[in-house]
Structures are given as structure tokens and as C-alpha cells.
């Protein structure tokens, strides 16, 4: 019950926040803080909980949420957390208080609508994070888009309208290949069991012809490798990052791309392990691909959201990497970095939308030696380009470590390439701070007149993030504790169906 | 009995306007005499399963379809109220096209013999033509309502000759009318002549004609742009519904998809219509004509479950059809609602450019609308979503993958421009373009907007109740 009452909350704090705008220009961010504050102190409370010990359940369950919803296709409401889960909520609500933040000053035009369709967005990252019936994954799946396209198409910049297209179009036509493949594992169940079902544990029982299995697993991993994103799919995300506002590339960057990792490793592994296991070599190559393709592309843009987008999809090829290397410590290392990089992407959007909204540009050849007028800005910048680029003793790091130490086991030539994509981070991320925050101050080459250093709300967000970085690198056991046993689960799991073929 | 109802109606409006000519009495009436006839259905519900003569059958099927037909064409009497308002010329016969319009789809829901089939079918067309024709004497009529007429009523001929030719193949082979003796006789002996053959086919093209199909759909857009507004969605919505209900009737009564050729050319079909309606349907800058090219996409998806049904005789492909065409009735009726009740007869604001910052000049509206245009791209929380989910379902029992690949390349255009609107609407208003303003006069028109749009999320969200009603449709036919 507890999980209806999250996605309620989200759902109708979106309403309200709406409807509060009339009473008050101001009132729909406080609305919208109060309601990302009670789903998450109401995510807190599942911390520390007992796992329920059900009958036809694999895996640890904290909370599980059966009922019926269209009984014709054996589609029911099914909710439940893991751990896995439950790292994911958390770093949904907390990134959702953040992109709020972000939003507070620079948002002034109907502002409403967009709390609004910030709270709807994260509404629907919740469902998809918690959904355990196909359909309604799905149908949480599709729901985020429309407000993630109306805050692009309404708030975005220049070129807003091709940025939200490409990007709605993208997401929904490899979400309709998912669907299919949903579609036929489902009469596959009917075939075998002569009943529809939707239900994941059920699912998992269908055995499919290796060929078709085959099939409907890249159906999956085109909607997932989409929304990831992993090379061949990735074109939408530069162009919806550098045009979205600073509060919807935070969501993106965040916590949109975590879905794509979370339904690779919830759906596509355990539904399907040996089709998964045969598409490894080739996914990993993906990721190698990804890793440093985009490394070297971020490397040669000019416009600084657009670099950050692609250093995203970079990270996000380690996700991939350690998610098909089908062991423990890639597994770790995938979800960390999924953590991870949540939070350095999301700050690094939040300062390039914060330059952005003082300076009125994101090109980078128009800035330079902006360390000396805005010290603490550049020192955030720094902390969190570090971060990024793998530092020891902050969260990317172990992530991106423990993600090489496994596919090391696996495939040896993809992560040596792979590994090479640490180098190269560094090489941007340091190019970006001398590009803009050192160097020789130019006076006139932008106007800076209203560039002015981080205020004090600002401040408070940045802490919040750094603190959460140093924690996952300093003691990450935190973090692998709450995830080990859903992992653990799922590749013994795997490991079973595929001895059992 | 609706039937009967509804005929009464008409000749009641024909006297009250003989008596004394009043828009809004008309009306009423005509709406009175439409509710009439829509709660008689449910007092014909317990006979359900009987013949009425050998012409016309009251089945589950031909009831569901009776009353949503009545019901959508209340609606759009309410929606004609005000876009007639200014007018200039006598109002009151629209009224009567309109119930007889009505009059002839509910004949053909519930035809399971070529005569009454071809009556329901004439009696539509011929109503049809006066409505599409009808503001042709006012002044202010922007629009090319008789060209559009006349495109109709020829290319509609054509296709009927096109029917009658196949019906009397089939007669001349099997001696029957009747659906359920023609298969007695197909089943006998000749099942596969080419006389058959060529009468099915001929009877294909021709309800491919109606339907606009592609290839037969060049006079879908001009017709759909030439036509009034409350005409083209009837033409749209009712129109379609009607001659689709025949035909899933006619095809489960002769088992017609026995033969390969009627498959065939119904995979063609469905796979041409989806992909060329939609790609013509890119770059259209007039909201009637995106809606008429989408109309051809959505008639193909539908295809999609019938050819399904030829694969593996799935209940499913049954219900899929049922409920896509509820859906696509409520979504097209919400998109030529909302730009009917900003239209009157007048001027017709039907080009994208003109919804401009629709948001922000009246967000209801504007909501109603990007709820409708979502609906037809297929997205969550909407019927469409619902629609689109059963007939993969169908398709992917049927194991029809290149018709669902068809299916997923022409949603993704169709987002396209779906989306396109949506994004005008979001823009800043220009102010260039103003709606008149409506007044009271269309607060009825408003209602019933807001009527599908509950309608159409609930179907979207918890779609339950009408899935097993469909159910047992599905499994009575």
C-alpha cells in the first residue's frame, strides 16, 4: 500500500501544484517540495525493512503490492521493492528535490504546469523503478514521456522543438519494439500455460526457442539501449539535453538513463539469460564502443551541455559493460555507477544551466577565467569534474572500478579498450575546467554582468550531492549491501536457466 | 424498435419544421428522438440473438454498435447546433440529413443480407451528400462544400457499383442474399471458383472504397477538407464505424477469410494505408487533412487484427477490432469536436497555425485536444493506448510481423505529426488569430468534450468493464 501512496503523492502533488499557481505565483514550488519531501520520507521508512518471505516470489522483497487490474489479459497492478529498487527510489526523489531546486529561480514562466510535469515525470521513473507486471511497466514507461516532453518543448532553449521530437520519437518507437517483445512473451505464456499473464515471476517460467528468445531479447534491449543510451541508439540525447532546462536535464541525466540500466538488469537479464548471455560479446563491444566513441566526441564539442551529454553516455557504457559481464562485482559496479553518475551528471547540468542562466550562453570558447569571479562555483565545478573523471575515493570511482574488475572476467579485449575511456575522461573533464574557469579573463567577450557567484540555497544543494559522492566512494558497503541480495538473486537465477537449457 | 424510433423521429422533425422552422426546437427534437432510440436499445436487450425478418438481426454486436451510434450522433447534433448558428440559409434541414444519416449506419450494424446492407449503405451515402453539401447557398461559407460533395458522391457511386458487381458474382454462384445461406451454399461445393474469388474481391475494393483505404483513399482529404465540420466527423466517425461493423460481419458470416486472395489483399491493404497515410499525413498543414490522412493510418491498424483473425481465429482479433474502433470513434469525434466548436460555419479555423498558444488562450480546450491528438498517437493513460495494445496483441497471435512492423514504423511517424500540433499549441500566441467568440451558445459543445474525455481515459486506465463486455460480443458472433 505504501507504494500506491508513493505514486499518489507524485500524481496528485502535480495536480496541486498546478492548481496552486492560481493562488499564488510562488506556491507550486513549495508544493512540489512538500510533496518530493513526503514520498521521500515515506521511500526512508523502507530502508532497514525485513524482507518478506512470499510463496512464488523470487528475490527479497520489502514491500509487494498485488491487484487486479484488466483480468482479460491477466494484467495486474503488481508492485514491489528490492533493493535494487529501493536505490533507485531514493536516488529518484533526491535528484527530484534537486532538479526542484534547480528549477526555483530559473523557472518563472508558467510555473505551475511545470512542477506539474516535473512531479508527473518522476511519478512515472517511480512506477517503471517499481512495477512488476510487463504491462504496467510499460504503461509507467510511456506515461514519463509526455511531461518530459512538455518540459522540453515549453522551458527548452533554441532549438526546443526538434530536441523534444527526436527525443519523444526515439524513446516511443523502441519502447513499441519492447512492447512487442512483451506481447509475444506473454501469448508464449498462454501457449504454455493456456492463460495470459503479465506477471514478471510468471514470465520468467516461459521458455522460448532459443531463436525467438534471441528476437524478443533485442526488442528489449533497443527499447533499454535507447534510453540508456548505448551507441547506435544515442543520437536523441545530446540534442534533448543542450535544449532541455537545467531542472528536465537533471531528470535525464539523472535519473531517465537509470531507467534504461534498471530494465536491463531487472528484465532483460533474468527473463532471458542465455539470449542475453550469447548477445554479451556483442553488447559489450556496444559499450566499448559507447565508452569511447563519446569520449572523444564530448572532447571535440563546443557547446558545454552538449559535452556533458555525451560524457553521459559514456559513463553510461560501463552500466552496460559490468551489466553483460554476468557476475557479482560487474553487477556492483554497474549499479553504482548508475548511482553515481547520477548525481556528478546531475550537478554538472545543474552548473551548466546555472552558467548558462547567468551568462546567457553555453559555448565554450565565449567563457574563460571565470575562476577568480566566481570562486565557488569554479571549486564545485572542479569537485565534480574529478568526481566524474573516477577519482579514488569518490562514488565513479568504485563504480567504474568494480564494472572493469568484473568484465575483466569476462571479456578481457572489451575492457582493456574500455579502461582506456578513464584516460580520455580525464582528458575532457580537465579541458572543460581550463576552458572555462582558467585561462585569462577577456572582459567583453560576454556579458558578465550578472554573473555571480553560487547563493546560499545553491550551495545547499551542491553540499548535498558532494556529501552523497564522498559517501558512495569513502564507505560504498552502504550502497552494495542494499543491492547485493537482488543481485545475488538475479544471476542465480540466470546462472540456473542457463545450466538448465 | 430503435430503428423504428429513429425513423419516427425523422418524420416528426420533417413536420415540426413543416409547422414552424426553429433552429434550436429542431434540435432538441432531433437529440430527443436520438436519446429516444438509444434507451430503446437497452429495452431490446433481452432479445438479443434474434433474426427481425430475414434482413436484419439483433445481435450483441449490432446493439453495441446501435447505441454508440446513436449516441455519437447526438453528439454531433450538439456540436452542428452552434456551428450552424450563423448560417445563412435555412438551418433545420441539416437536422433531418442527420437523423437519416444515423438512420442508415444503424441499419447496416444490423444488415446480415446484401439488400439491407446496400439500403443502410445508400441511405448514409445519400444523407451524406446533402450534409457535406449543405452550407453550399450560404455566403460565408469559405470552403468547397459542393466540390467536395461531388467528389463524394461520384467516387462513392463507383464504389457501390463496385459492391453491387460483387454481390451479384456471389448470387450468380451461390443464388443467395442472405450472409448465413451464402455460406451453406460456398461450403457445398464451389467454395474456391474464381467467381467467388473475383466477387469477393470486387466486394473488398468496393468497402475499401468506403472506408478509404489505401489505395482507394484519394478522396478522403479533399472530401474531409471540403466538408463542414460536424459533417466530416460524421463522416469520420459514424461513417467508418458502420461500414467496418458490416464487413466484420459479413467476413465471420461467410468465413470469407478462407480464401487466400481476401487475405492478401487485405495485408496489402493494411500495410499501404498505414505507411502512406501516415507518411501524406507529415507534412499536411491543415488540421482536417492530417486528420483524414491519420484516418486511413488508423483503418489500416484495424486491418491488422482482421488479417490476425484469418491466421489463427483468435476472439481476441474480435474484440482488438471492437474496441480500436470505440476508441478511434471517441478520439476522431474529440479532434473534430474541438475544432468544431472554434469553427462555425463561417470560417473554419482548421489550419495548424491557427491553434497557436491554444494553451495559453484557453487551456481547456487546448487539453481536450492534446488528450484526443495523444490518443491517436497511441500514448498511455488514453483509449488509443488501449486500442493499439490489442491489436498487437492480435497481431502478435496471428504472428503478423510484418504487419506490426508496418504498425510500429507508421506510430512513429504519426507521433510526428500528432506532436506537431501539440507543440503549436504550445507556443506563445501570436495573436493574430482569434476564435469568435462562441458565448453560451456552444457550452453544450464543451460538455460533450469533456464526456469523451473522461471517456477516453477512463478506456485508457481501467478499460475492465468494456473489455468484458466486448468479451461476450466477441463470443456470441
Known amino acids: ?501 | 424498435m430503435p430503428l423504428l424510433l429513429l425513423t419516427a423521429t425523422v418524420i416528426v422533425v420533417m413536420l415540426a419544421i413543416a409547422i414552424k422552422r426553429s433552429h434550436s426546437l429542431t434540435c432538441v427534437l432531433s437529440i430527443t428522438g436520438i436519446s429516444i432510440s438509444f434507451l430503446a436499445v437497452f429495452s431490446v436487450l433481452p432479445y438479443a440473438g434474434t433474426q427481425v425478418t430475414p434482413l436484419l438481426i439483433v445481435d450483441s454486436l449490432s446493439l453495441l454498435f446501435s447505441a454508440i451510434i446513436l449516441l455519437i450522433a447526438a453528439f454531433i447534433a450538439i456540436f452542428s447546433f452552434p456551428y450552424l448558428a450563423n448560417l445563412g440559409d435555412q438551418k433545420e434541414e441539416y437536422y433531418l440529413l442527420l437523423l437519416l444519416a444515423a438512420l442508415g449506419a444503424l441499419i447496416l450494424v444490423t444488415s446480415n443480407h446484401f439488400i439491407s446492407a446496400f439500403l443502410g449503405l445508400e441511405t448514409l451515402s445519400i444523407s451524406l451528400y446533402g450534409m457535406i453539401a449543405y452550407p453550399v447557398h450560404s455566403k460565408g461559407a469559405a470552403k468547397f462544400p459542393l466540390e467536395a460533395s461531388f467528389k463524394y458522391l461520384i467516387l462513392s457511386a463507383v464504389s457501390s457499383t463496385f459492391i453491387l458487381f460483387g454481390i451479384a458474382l456471389l448470387y450468380s454462384q451461390t443464388g443467395s442474399l442472405g450472409f448465413a445461406s451464402l455460406t451453406e451454399s460456398l461450403n457445398n461445393s464451389l467454395s474456391n471458383t474464381p467467381m467467388i474469388a473475383t466477387g469477393m474481391i470486387m466486394l473488398t475494393s468496393g468497402i475499401a472504397f468506403k472506408l478509404s483505404l489505401a489505395p482507394f483513399h484519394m478522396w478522403t482529404p479533399d472530401v474531409y477538407e471540403g466538408a463542414p465540420l460536424p459533417a466530416t466527423a460524421f463522416l469520420a466517425t459514424i461513417g467508418k464505424v458502420g461500414m467496418f461493423v458490416l464487413m466484420l460481419r459479413f467476413i465471420f458470416a461467410t468465413d470469407a477469410l478462407q480464401f487466400e486472395a481476401v487475405v492478401g489483399a487485405l495485408t496489402f491493404l493494411a500495410v499501404v494505408s498505414i505507411l502512406l497515410g501516415n507518411i501524406l499525413a507529415l507534412l499536411q498543414q491543415n488540421i482536417k487533412r492530417i486528420l483524414a490522412y491519420s484516418s486511413i493510418a488508423h483503418m489500416g491498424y484495424i486491418l491488422i487484427a482482421l488479417v490476425a483473425y484469418a491466421a489463427n481465429n483468435g476472439v481476441i482479433a474480435v474484440e482488438a477490432i471492437s474496441f480500436y474502433l470505440i476508441a478511434y470513434l471517441i478520439m476522431s469525434l474529440g479532434a473534430f469536436g474541438v475544432a468544431a466548436v472554434v469553427s462555425s460555419s463561417e470560417k473554419e479555423y482548421d489550419f495548424v497555425n491557427d491553434y497557436q498558444g491554444l494553451f495559453w488562450r484557453d487551456p481547456w480546450l487546448a487539453t481536450l485536444f492534446t488528450a484526443m491528438l495523444l490518443s491517436l498517437a497511441g500514448i498511455p493513460l488514453t483509449a488509443g493506448f488501449i486500442g493499439k495494445f490489442y491489436i498487437m496483441f492480435a497481431g502478435v497471435q496471428g504472428s503478423q510481423w510484418l504487419l506490426l512492423i508496418a504498425l510500429v514504423i507508421g506510430s512513429g511517424l504519426g507521433i510526428y505529426y500528432y506532436l506537431r500540433i501539440v507543440y503549436r499549441m504550445l507556443l506563445p500566441s501570436d495573436g493574430t488569430v482569434k476564435f469568435a467568440e462562441t458565448g453560451g451558445s456552444s457550452i453544450g459543445s464543451y460538455a460533450v468534450l469533456t464526456i469523451l474525455l473522461v471517456a477516453l481515459i477512463v478506456l485508457g486506465v481501467y478499460p475492465t468493464f468494456l473489455m468484458s463486455i466486448l468479451e461476450s460480443v466477441a463470443t456470441s458472433i
Open chain 1, 1 to 501: 500500500m505504501i507504494l500506491v501512496l508513493l505514486i499518489l503523492i507524485l500524481f496528485v502533488g502535480g495536480v496541486l501544484a498546478w492548481l496552486s499557481e492560481f493562488l499564488n505565483a510562488s506556491a507550486p514550488r513549495w508544493v512540489a517540495l512538500g510533496s518530493l519531501l513526503l514520498a521521500g520520507i515515506l521511500t526512508l521508512t523502507l530502508v532497514g525493512v525485513e524482507p518478506l518471505s512470499l510463496s512464488g516470489l523470487s528475490g527479497e522483497w520489502l514491500v509487494h503490492f498485488k491487484a487486479d487490474w484488466i483480468p482479460r489479459f491477466g494484467i495486474s497492478f503488481q508492485v514491489g521493492v528490492d533493493g535494487l529498487s529501493l536505490l533507485m527510489l531514493l536516488l529518484t526523489i533526491f535528484l527530484g528535490i534537486m532538479a526542484c531546486g534547480s528549477a526555483w529561480t530559473e523557472i518563472v514562466d508558467r510555473c505551475g504546469f511545470f512542477y506539474f510535469n516535473l512531479l508527473w515525470t518522476l511519478a512515472g521513473v517511480v512506477g517503471v523503478f517499481i512495477a512488476l507486471d510487463l504491462f504496467l511497466f510499460f504503461f509507467f514507461w510511456e506515461v514519463m514521456l509526455i511531461p518530459m516532453y512538455l518540459i522540453i518543448a515549453i522551458w527548452g532553449h533554441e532549438n526546443k522543438n526538434y530536441a523534444a521530437m527526436k527525443f519523444f520519437i526515439f524513446t516511443q518507437v523502441s519502447g513499441l519494439l519492447m512492447l512487442i517483445g512483451i506481447l509475444i512473451l506473454a501469448y508464449f505464456h498462454f501457449l504454455q500455460f493456456t492463460r495470459f499473464s503479465f506477471d514478471y515471476f510468471e514470465l520468467k517460467n516461459v521458455v522460448l526457442d532459443p531463436s525467438i528468445a534471441m528476437l524478443v531479447m533485442l526488442g528489449f534491449f533497443i527499447g533499454f539501449g535507447t534510453k540508456l543510451p548505448t551507441v547506435p541508439f544515442h543520437s536523441w540525447l545530446p540534442d534533448a539535453h543542450s535544449q532541455a532546462p537545467t531542472a528536465g536535464s537533471v531528470i535525464l541525466a539523472g535519473i531517465l538513463l537509470k531507467t534504461g540500466a534498471y530494465g536491463l538488469i531487472r528484465f532483460t537479464i533474468p527473463l532471458f539469460p542465455q539470449a542475453s548471455a550469447d548477445f554479451a560479446p556483442v553488447a559489450m563491444f556496444l559499450a566499448a564502443v559507447s565508452i569511447l566513441y563519446c569520449a572523444k566526441v564530448a572532447f571535440s564539442q563546443t557547446d558545454l551541455k552538449r559535452l556533458i551529454a555525451y560524457t553521459s553516455v559514456s559513463h553510461m557504457g560501463f552500466v552496460t559493460l559490468g551489466v553483460f559481464a554476468f557476475n557479482m562485482q560487474a553487477l556492483q559496479g554497474a549499479v553504482m555507477t548508475m548511482l553515481a553518475h547520477g548525481l556528478s551528471a546531475a550537478a554538472l547540468f545543474m552548473l551548466a544551466g546555472g552558467l548558462q542562466h547567468r551568462i546567457h550562453t553555453r559555448d565554450m570558447s565565449e567563457m574563460g577565467g571565470y575562476w577568480a569571479k566566481v570562486p565557488r562555483m569554479a571549486i564545485v565545478a572542479l569537485f565534480f569534474s574529478i568526481a566524474a573523471l573516477g577519482m579514488p575515493g569518490l562514488g565513479n570511482f568504485i563504480g567504474e572500478f568494480l564494472a572493469l574488475i568484473g568484465a575483466f572476467r569476462a571479456n578481457q579485449l572489451m575492457t582493456v579498450l574500455s579502461a582506456f575511456g578513464l584516460i580520455l575522461a580525464s582528458v575532457y573533464s580537465l579541458w572543460v575546467l581550463q576552458k572555462v574557469f582558467q585561462g585569462s579573463y577577456e572582459s567583453g567577450k560576454t556579458d558578465t554582468s550578472k554573473l555571480l557567484d553560487l547563493d546560499r540555497r545553491e550551495m545547499v544543494f551542491y553540499l548535498a550531492m558532494m556529501a552523497g559522492l564522498v559517501w558512495m566512494g569513502m564507505y560504498p558497503q552502504t550502497f552494495l549491501d542494499l543491492s547485493s541480495a537482488t543481485l545475488e538473486n538475479l544471476l542465480q537465477g540466470a546462472r540456473l536457466a542457463i545450466a538448465g537449457l
